[in-house]
């Protein structure tokens, strides 16, 4: 979920691009096209790029690998698929300058970096930035160095851990999870 420059809130929800007015409406803005493959899927995380237009992935409700997508929704409600085969979208992060994206697909136990076209909105040279091993926690969004913005939550944490900005290397401690429009038991994602 995130503001909208006319107002409201615009929502990865679902399987939907939704609008959110202040007076409790929603309209549909556009539906990403997916396989008919019968596979069920739902909107899992989403963030807005530097230029304000939402990114979102989806995942299956039964964890099917690589039924998941990253979308990309433009300010005119066009979609357009970022990345295909992913399973558990659950993370999106920028570099301050706008210029790398960092996205963590789950179950690869890893955080991965993308070169970002801030100008097109589009994604290239996939690496490996960050991975987590067996027992470890999972990233839920990748930290940056943005003045210690950015987050880092377990798989079904019940606390965020945000870095402490005295430090070069990210240490973390617990807050508790609080949110004004969606409490949740099992937090997966946030960002401050």
């Known amino acids: 979920m995130a503001p909208r420059a006319s107002g409201g809130l615009v929502a990865a929800a679902g399987t939907d691009f939704l609008n959110l007015t202040e007076t409790g409406g929603r ?14 899927r739902r ?3 989403a963030k807005c790029d530097p230029r304000g237009r939402l990114l979102a992935g989806t995942m299956a409700y039964d964890l099917t690998e690589g039924a ?3 979308y990309r929704l433009d300010p005119d409600g066009t979609v357009v698929t970022l990345l295909d ?3 558990i979208s659950n993370g999106l992060g920028w570099s301050p300058d706008g210029r790398l994206l960092y996205f963590a697909d789950s179950p690869t136990r890893r955080v991965d970096v993308f ?14 930035f960050a991975g987590f091993g067996e027992g470890e926690s999972r990233t839920a969004s990748p930290w940056t160095p943005r003045a210690g913005s950015g987050s880092r939550s377990g798989a079904r944490a019940k606390c965020a851990r945000s870095p402490r900005r005295a430090s070069r290397t990210p240490s973390w401690r617990s807050r508790p999870p609080t949110s004004p429009v969606a409490p949740s038991r099992d937090l997966t ?3 401050w």
């Open 27 to 40: 309209s549909l803005i556009a539906t990403p096209v997916t396989a008919d493959d019968g596979v069920r």
């Open 43 to 45: 909107m899992n995380d």
């Open 68 to 70: 998941g997508s990253l």
């Open 85 to 87: 085969s992913v399973t």
């Open 115 to 128: 070169d970002y076209d801030i100008a097109a909105g589009t994604l290239s040279g996939r690496r490996p």
């Open 189 to 191: 994602s946030t960002s």
